[in-house]
């Protein structure tokens, strides 16, 4: 099925890969983002659970004979199949018996409990996600420098190539958000209002929905607020609990444990590990996560910002900016089995992201959006890559691997490479 002004995702390939592997995939990603969209694309039949006039007789023939809903031709795409979570092991029954790749994609917008379904799906359904679009995929990144060739190419000459991306871009880029919906031909009013549209519908309906379970709409926008002020930090929760208090009194930290785990199902909350590697000693290194948003526009829009406010407080969309690079690494790095973590001691010594890839390569990251703060980036990737060298020497037998990139994103217009080797990278000349 093909959709008129589809903008390319970097996910079609992923898709069209898993579906030569497996009997069956599952996208999974925050809702509005195009799983739905991607996976017509790829399906010959089309089934969707949550079509108002159909719901009720789909749910009805789940609980009675659920591989009647499996017969149509494949690819055949089950959208929002946690509707009737008995799907899954229809889904997986039916890979074993027809013994066949290509299937089937399920398509959902919230986390299903594993007490739901009766097998995991392993070698029978592979999972992948989805994020909002990139800069790149919403045509505002160039794409003229490649993360993958920097990574397999030490010559790569990155040199001198422009970026066309202003900040004042960079600030609506991010207050839009990657919501395919927000690109279609409109005012930049309207774009801003699908991001907006987004929080109030997650805390007034879905954060209730996810589980069946009633929560106070006021108190999951006063959450949300606070994680979006201690977007990209290493913030407490006892922190963000105190936070909240201050405007709502009687809230237990089981409570904000609750809501949190809600918006985590929701994909809407997408923390960021540590990276903990044996170079400094487990009481130096600190190991809570990194607070973040699936897309920086769930921050601007949390807070009730906008481009124009942002524009005039570049310190605070700094954060926002930190979140817009890791959501696009993130994609970036989907087919290289990327895998985002951060790197912070009690020293102050620190690397924002530390990609790894599923062969064992990584890349120490820092995003700065100014020029002023690329001096004190590079030095913290160089430090740590000279504890490394460091431990390395000492310790024979359980050697680290040294970084194999050290990268600054900026919001700047040209990517350079340092003396140091340090590789200085606009985000608005990215791609996969």
Known sequence: MKNEGYLNRIADKILDLRLEAFGAVQITGPKWCGKTTTAERRAASVIK???????????????????????????????EWQVAPVLWDAVRHAVDERRAKGQFVLTGSTVVDSDQVMHTGTGRISKMSMYPMSLFESLESNGSISLCKLFDDPEYLIDGIESGLSVENLVFAACRG????????????????????YVNIICDEDISRVDKTKRNPLLARLILRSYARNICTLSKKTSMLLDVSEEMEGVSMPTFDDYVSALEKLYVIDDIDAWSPAI???????TSRKRCFVDPSIVVAALGASPEQLELDLNTFGFIFECLCFRDLR????????KLSYYHDRYGLEADA??????????????????????????HLLQIKQLIKEKNASEKQIRLREPDLLIILTGGEIAYTREDGVKIIPIGCLRD
């Open 354 to 379: 530390v990609l790894h890839l599923d062969d064992g390569r990584y890349a120490l990251i820092e995003c700065k959006l100014g020029s002023r703060e690329i001096e004190a980036g590079a030095s």
């Open 178 to 197: 990657g919501w395919p919906a927000s690109l279609d031909v409109m005012s930049r009013a309207a774009k801003l209002l699908i991001a907006k549209d």
């Open 331 to 338: 994609i970036y790095s989907q087919s290289l089995g990327g």
């Open 49 to 79: 659970m949550q079509d108002p006039d159909r719901r009720d007789g789909y749910i009805a023939t789940a609980n009675t004979k659920p591989s009647i809903l499996l017969k149509g031709a494949t690819p055949r795409l089950i959208d």
């Open 280 to 286: 400094r000693s487990k009481t130096v290194i600190r």
